[in-house]
């Protein structure tokens, strides 16, 4: 009895969260046409999804902007994390940090229009560059944020007793500290991922001359109503995620089980 | 540094794969050769099937993107680093655009099938002799009403004062939409300009209060289709595609007059390919290509050719297709200027903090 509630209150948290999702599933099936009743089961709206060529195309543009915004940005992000760690002076090391800081909690508004500003003047046209450019930048500081407690928490004392051993910086960097982070860059990667992904309001600024990606395309359905097509996809888009989480989760615990008394 | 070096291959291998895979589907999806057009349009508002067509009959591949407001549109097109071809704004966002000469005019000697657009449609106050925009979709404002909850016939707005509707109207924000019913129900133009008929319409509207419900943006759709309200202000477009899911419903142009509205074809200062844009308007006025397309899209066509290859119990519709002595009480809404537009926005903010 001493467990009901907070089993209760938990149950009742996950429900709120996942309820408007399985609805919007449940209605994919809908031969109805609207969300508004139930009419009976129908496979349709898939059929007519992969069919849909223009549609397809964006879904698998916003995926590769994903991957290509998110890889990127990690490398950009861990080397960030070191030069702010590495920072000689205390002073110079918490300006940077807070200067990262600003970009992550800036409105995305700003960001996007101040990057459309940017292109216009520089004279890249607006597409795949441009979307591409303003996720990476905006990833960068989530990446630098997500590996920089792991290089915090990993003690000076390693680095040293591998100087001590005779290895070069190349080495200490490579062989040291970024088997140690991993985990952070993972986890990094993994943010940008999903941070563009599912980005609206910088993407809508910077797309342009017949590139968008899903998110500005949902969006621009809503003058005529979104259609039972668009539930469909987002349910495809729901198991995909959940099939990389379950994924990511047994790559995990592969990895770690030898390891595990050798790493702590 | 393996496992990351391996992740960050995989990641690439899979992103180039894709890129691949979305050429391929580009390249089968049109012809990669050869130039290009863009148009830039309102969600979901033409039929895809004609965009192959056209790429088919001219070679030309269409790269076709969308919008979802005026206010987008011209923004994008403002700021430049953008090559859209052909654009599909609203008339009172012509009259801006053309004033901040961001519009290439139409070369009518190129555009042979304007012929079959109704003269009714043609040189209106928004763009005289038609020199920068050829109309692709029009319609009215009106009331939407549900039959099953509204006893008789509503014909006219000043049918919604009556007191049975007490709490039963929803009406869309729009401070020309709102305050041009208040003087249209008066007997006055909506492009009115008259302080005191202005003020008249709007104690006029004030007591119309105890009616409303709820005064609402886009999701009018949604609380209309849910039943949640028996009576609606709204466009056309909005009440065709309502009607065509739920029977109980019922469009009406009131008798008093009303807007009439108008999604125009222009091609934008950006364009790149101007042969191609005029032979993109060209083709979307073919009275068999405007048929298919209204038949899709769902809103009226000003093409008069068109109506003989579409179903007859679609043009013969008097709500959706009213005759010639009711649309002479439609009127567009003119470019009053900012200040006059700022008066109504006043007045229709006050209408809207009006207490019951």
Avoid: C
């Amino acid at each position: 009895m001493k467990s009901f509630w907070p089993r209760a209150y938990l149950a009742f948290v996950f429900l709120i969260l996942y309820a408007p999702i399985f609805y919007l599933m449940f209605y994919s099936f809908n031969s109805g046409g609207t969300m508004s009743s139930f009419d009976g089961f129908t496979l349709d709206w898939y059929k007519e999804l992969f069919s849909d060529t223009r549609l397809l195309i964006i879904v698998l543009n916003t995926i590769v902007i994903a991957l290509l915004s998110a890889a990127i940005s990690t490398i950009i992000g861990v080397i960030g994390a070191l030069a702010i760690i590495y920072a000689r002076k205390r002073i110079y090391q918490n300006t940077l940090l807070s200067l990262n800081n600003v970009l992550i909690v800036s409105p995305d508004v700003i960001i996007g229009a101040s990057f459309l500003i940017l292109f216009t003047i520089v004279g890249i046209k607006l597409g795949f560059t441009s979307v591409l450019l303003a996720h990476i930048a905006f990833s960068v500081p989530i990446v630098v944020i997500m590996v920089l407690p792991k290089l915090q928490e990993m003690s000076s004392s390693l680095i040293d007793a591998a100087r001590d051993l005779g290895a070069s910086r190349f080495d200490v960097l490579t062989k040291v500290i970024l088997p140690y982070i991993t985990p952070g860059i993972f986890a990094g990667f993994f943010m940008a991922l999903t941070y563009s992904l599912d980005d609206f309001a910088v993407t809508f600024f910077v797309t342009g001359n017949g590139f968008t990606t899903l998110s500005v395309e949902i969006y621009s359905l809503a003058r005529r109503g979104i259609s039972l097509n668009i539930n469909a996809l987002s349910t495809l888009l729901f198991l995909f995620t959940i099939f990389l989480v379950i994924g990511y989760y047994f790559i995990q615990q592969r990895n770690e089980k030898p390891a595990a008394g050798v790493r702590k | 540094m393996k496992k990351l070096m391996q992740a960050l291959v995989a990641v690439f291998l899979i992103s180039f794969l894709l890129l691949y895979v979305v050429d391929r589907l580009n390249a089968s999806s049109g012809q990669t050769e050869g130039s290009t057009l863009t148009v830039y349009n309102w969600g979901d508002y033409i039929d895809a099937e004609l965009i192959d067509r056209f790429e088919k009959e001219t070679g030309v591949k269409v790269i076709y993107e969308t919008f979802d407001s005026n206010e987008a549109m011209m923004t994008k097109i403002e700021q430049g680093g953008t090559t859209y071809d052909v654009a599909v704004p609203s008339e009172y966002t012509i009259e801006k655009m053309r004033d901040q000469d961001l519009l290439y005019p139409i070369n009518h000697s190129k555009v042979p099938n304007l012929k079959y657009i109704d003269d009714r449609f043609m040189d209106l106050s928004f763009d005289r002799g038609n020199k920068y925009s050829i109309p692709y979709f029009w319609g009215t404002v009106g009331i939407l009403y549900n039959t099953d909850e509204v006893n008789g016939e509503i014909t006219a707005w000043n049918d919604l004062w009556k007191p049975e509707f007490r709490n039963k109207i929803l009406m869309i924000d729009g401070a020309r939409e709102v305050m041009g019913m208040g003087l249209n129900s008066l007997g006055y133009s909506l492009n009115d300009t008259n302080e005191a008929h202005l003020q008249e319409a709007k104690a006029k509207l004030d007591e119309l209060t105890p009616n409303i419900k709820a005064i609402v943006g886009d999701e009018i759709r949604m609380l209309m289709g849910n039943d949640e309200a028996s009576i609606g202000l709204v466009w056309s477009g909005t009440a065709s595609e309502l009607m065509g899911t739920k029977d109980n419903l019922e469009y009406v142009v009131p008798e008093e007059g009303s807007n009439l509205w108008f999604d125009n074809m222009v091609i934008p200062k950006t364009a790149k390919n101007i042969e191609a844009a005029h032979a993109f308007i060209n083709f979307m006025l073919d009275p068999e290509v405007a048929a298919q397309n209204t038949e899709y899209v769902g809103y009226s066509t000003p093409n008069k050719k068109a109506l003989e290859f579409m179903p007859k119990e679609m043009v013969e519709d008097k709500r959706f297709y009213p005759p010639a002595h009711m649309t002479e009480r439609l009127e567009v809404y003119e470019n009053l200027g900012p200040e006059m537009l700022a008066r109504y926005n006043e007045l229709f903010l006050k209408f809207k903090m009006h207490r019951k």
